[in-house]
């Protein structure tokens, strides 16, 4: 066991190294959520002046707008684009190869290789909720439990995220090139997961839909604890219900790629 801590502990660090390398993609993505919040203000304002409402759904404007800040930075922490590039690069070109013949988990190697990619945004996204605390005090963690809450069901949704990913990724046995399925996804992930319209204005229909899929773990649940939106007593069940879809993505995702690499037959090696 302490082997295997060992092994993959030293993949975070190379790629945590690498990523200070290239510390100007953290301002890229500041201004990327700064952007969007930009447009999702002027967007929500615009109706709220129009049709002279105080609330929607529950929401008063300045909830809405730190609710909507929320999701736009828990949808970039588990967007896992970049490592699926190279992964499905590496399936194409044959560079898979040497996972094949090494003691070493390609779906694990790859999730500790995208954590460390993006733990620089971790530590810079971070600022930015200490300085939404300060800045509107009361506006999100309502109570210290809300912040034990919010950082586990962050790390849920990352490895639910990714694990989703894996499953595409690995399609890329059969069809070579599924970058196109990969940017399918992200922009349906944009509406679905709630990163950019909270999942309750949405009609009920929609709602009740979503409820029994993992979507609604990916963004919306981290959010919802941290704005003390969803009580406490409906934590336990969706913390089940989140940890049993991390189960079954993943499980899918193993099932794939054992069943891809049968057919595997290295055309780019």
Not at 32 to 43: C, D, H, M, T, V
Not at 96 to 122: D, Q
Not at 209 to 234: H, K, N, Q
Request: net charge neutral; charged share 10%; aromatic share 18%.
């Amino acid at each position: 066991m302490q082997a295997i801590i060992k092994k993959y502990s030293a993949v975070l660090k190379i790629n945590w190294i690498q990523a200070l390398e290239y510390r100007a993609n953290a301002v890229v993505g500041v201004f990327a959520i700064l952007s969007g919040l930009f447009i999702e203000y002027q967007i929500w304002s615009l109706i709220f002046e129009s049709q002279s409402l105080t609330s929607v759904n529950g929401f008063e404007f300045r909830e809405l707008m730190i609710f909507i800040f929320l999701s736009i930075i828990v949808g970039q922490l588990k967007s896992s684009w970049h490592t699926s590039g190279e992964m499905i690069e590496g399936i194409r070109t044959g560079d898979i190869n040497k996972f094949l013949i090494r003691p070493i988990s390609y779906f694990w190697y790859h999730f500790m290789m995208f954590i460390g990619v993006n733990s620089l945004y971790y530590t810079v996204y971070s600022s930015l909720l200490v300085a939404l605390i300060i800045i509107f005090p009361g506006s999100i963690f309502p109570e210290i439990i809300n912040i034990f809450g919010f950082i586990l069901a962050l790390l849920i949704s990352i490895f639910l995220s990714y694990s989703i990913y894996y499953i595409m990724i690995c399609c890329a046995f059969w069809f070579g090139e599924v970058r196109s399925i990969v940017v399918a996804y992200n922009l349906t992930m944009l509406v679905l997961s709630g990163q950019y319209i909270p999942i309750r204005l949405f009609p009920e229909s929609i709602i009740e839909f979503l409820e029994i899929t993992p979507f609604i773990y990916l963004v919306d649940f981290p959010v919802s604890i941290a704005t003390g939106r969803m009580p406490t007593d409906m934590w336990l069940i969706n913390f089940i219900f989140s940890i049993g879809w991390c189960i079954i993505m993943w499980m899918i995702g193993i099932l794939v790629y054992n069943r891809g690499i049968k057919n595997y037959e290295a055309y780019g090696s």
